[in-house]
């Protein structure tokens, strides 16, 4: 799936309180462990491609990055083909 948004934690929070819903409430009607929501929404873990479909689809909210961050967008290393090397990433302290 595309990049999670840096606020995932925040958008899952708001919606289910949205919702009226408790963690474990949105644990069940999603089929997941109510540690597994409590976990996503402190942001200690990343959802999988599949649990955030089943948040997406079941909060109606979108997950995903919009667009890549400005970090993504000033990168101008690697070659055309698209593989990079470990010289196209790390900086040499000489």
Do not use: C
């Amino acid at each position: 799936m595309d990049e999670l948004a840096p606020d995932y934690d925040d958008l899952v929070r708001s919606a289910r309180e949205e919702q009226g819903l408790s963690q474990s409430d949105l644990a069940n009607e999603l089929n997941e462990k109510s540690s597994l929501i409590h976990k996503i929404e402190r942001g200690d873990t990343l959802p999988s491609d599949r649990v955030q479909s089943k948040l997406e689809r079941f909060l109606e909210i979108n997950l995903s990055a919009e667009g890549g961050s400005s970090e993504d967008s000033e990168w101008s290393g690697g070659s055309s083909s698209g593989s990079y090397t470990l010289g196209d990433v790390v900086k040499r302290k000489d």
